[in-house]
């Protein structure tokens, strides 16, 4: 009678075994396809990371630096400076802070996913520079926009992981930063629409090949 009793009691005790065991099973998958799912989910580029970022100061020191020296009407790119301008800069290109925004977002309608980056004009400068012995449109001094440059989450370069590329424009944004305005060359950095295809000697390709 013991026996039987022990059986019968030991009915429950299965159904309540097999209950839980099917709950651990249901939790563990629903953790495995959240994991998966977040895998994914990562997978999308969200930012430049810091060992990108390095190299791109590199690429933008070396860069601009190459640009010293007078303006030549000859030269297509007219991206030169007279001076050493970046050794006067207060916010080197390693320096500078990375902020991102996303194309058609509420307060960043204007940029459209085209639109991969931008930065302010002598924004490189912690105070009034006279640069190529003439002021420019835009040389304030600005707290807000000083040493930092913006990049767009949703541009197609940046998703893709076109890392040479953004760091063509890293270059670029730092060159408005140094005071530069575009150009219509293809031979500058400065060209407005950097389209991948910039006759220029950057580092950028051998850096993030
Ligand atoms: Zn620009």
Redesign the pocket.
């Known amino acids: 009678m013991k026996t039987i009793n022990a059986q019968t009691n030991s009915r429950p005790s299965n159904a309540i075994s097999l209950f839980f065991i099917a709950l651990l099973v249901l939790v563990l998958a629903t953790v495995i396809f959240g994991y998966l799912f977040s895998a994914t989910a990562h997978a999308v580029r969200t930012r430049i990371s810091v060992d990108e970022r390095k190299l791109m100061s590199y690429a933008a020191r070396d860069y601009w630096h190459s640009r010293m020296g007078p303006p030549n009407k000859d030269d297509l790119s007219r991206d030169r400076f007279a001076t050493d301008i970046i050794s006067l800069a207060s916010c080197q290109p390693r320096n500078a802070k990375i902020l991102y925004f996303y194309s058609g977002g509420t307060g960043y309608k204007k940029y459209n996913s085209n639109t991969v980056g931008?930065a302010f004009i002598k924004a490189a400068f912690g105070k009034e520079v006279v640069l190529n012995g003439q002021a420019r449109e835009n040389t304030y001094y600005n707290a807000k926009t000083y040493c930092k440059m913006w990049f767009n989450r949703n541009n197609k370069a940046f998703q893709d992981g076109k890392m040479w590329l953004m760091c063509e424009i890293y270059i670029?944004?730092y060159g408005?930063m140094l005071g530069l305005n575009?150009v219509d060359s293809r031979q500058s950095v400065?060209i407005?629409s950097n389209d991948g295809k910039l006759d220029i000697n950057t580092r950028c390709k051998s850096l993030f090949p």
């Open positions: 931008f670029h944004e408005h575009h400065m407005a």
